[in-house]
């Protein structure tokens, strides 16, 4: 069956500009994360959605990073005012259930560069 | 705080030896351990979770062992193959906490 699915693959932007980032979580899984590769910094949290539940923020580095998952699906992550320092590789996970005991499939992820 | 730590950083190993990637965690008090392997510009592949009440797990060549009490899991790999070649990352799940904690990843290489 489709895995995660994420888009686009490759974002490059300007410093001070917005970034949408896309994913669509495999079909039935209602648990979707969010992290970050960052070069030197190995993998990091950002946000979790699960069901219909608030999202566990925790993770999110600062304001300027938002996230919402529309009818239980599909998520964006949002950045603000991008930083050079958001570059990164932004990965999104989905697991059936809270992911306790089940395991999180990856997408692709998302190469953001900010010139 | 969970600290996670993969030994060594780097690998590379001549065609068919068999090998060991370690992994250990500061905190024992894990739901689960997730292995993965992430090939250059590409995504996360999860190869095995142990839940914390097994000891080890079997997917074809390779077998992970987890020892909750000295916070510790290995990956051996049999048989080694040049496709094997990538970076292998581990990852936990607290008991509190629903979120991955990686460690840095073993770089490993497979020399034909």
């Known amino acids: 069956g489709a895995g995660v699915s994420q888009s686009p693959s490759n974002k490059v932007t300007e410093k001070g500009k917005d970034v949408e980032l896309r994913c669509d979580p495999i079909?039935?899984?209602?648990?979707l994360y969010w992290y970050r590769q960052s070069l030197g910094q190995g993998l990091e949290f950002l946000i979790y959605?699960?069901?219909?539940?608030?999202?566990?923020k925790s993770g999110l580095p600062s304001d300027r990073f938002s996230a919402e998952r529309t009818g239980g699906s599909v998520s964006t992550l949002t950045i603000q005012r991008t930083q050079q320092e958001d570059s990164a590789v932004y990965l999104c996970?989905?697991?059936?259930?809270?992911?306790?005991?089940?395991?999180?499939?990856f997408g692709p992820g998302t190469r953001l560069t900010v010139t | 705080k969970q600290e996670v730590t993969q030994i060594p950083a780097a690998l590379s190993v001549p065609e068919g030896e068999n090998l060991v990637l370690n992994c250990s965690f500061t905190?024992?008090?894990?739901?689960?351990l997730q292995w993965f392997r992430q090939d250059p510009g590409k995504g996360l592949t999860s190869l095995l979770l142990?839940?914390?009440s097994q000891r080890e797990q079997t997917s074809g060549r390779l077998n992970a062992s987890l020892d909750k009490s000295s916070g510790r899991s290995t990956l051996y790999i049999a048989a080694s193959q040049p496709g094997d070649s990538a970076t292998y990352l581990c990852?936990?799940?607290?008991?509190?906490?629903?979120?991955?904690?990686w460690g840095a990843g073993t770089k490993l290489i497979i020399k034909p």
């Open positions: 996970a989905s697991s059936p259930q809270r992911g306790l005991a089940y395991e999180q499939y």
């Open positions: 959605f699960q069901g219909n539940s608030a999202p566990d």
């Open positions: 905190d024992s008090a894990i739901y689960n």
């Open positions: 990852a936990v799940v607290k008991d509190s906490n629903y979120q991955l904690i």
């Open positions: 079909s039935g899984h209602t648990a």
């Open positions: 142990i839940q914390s």
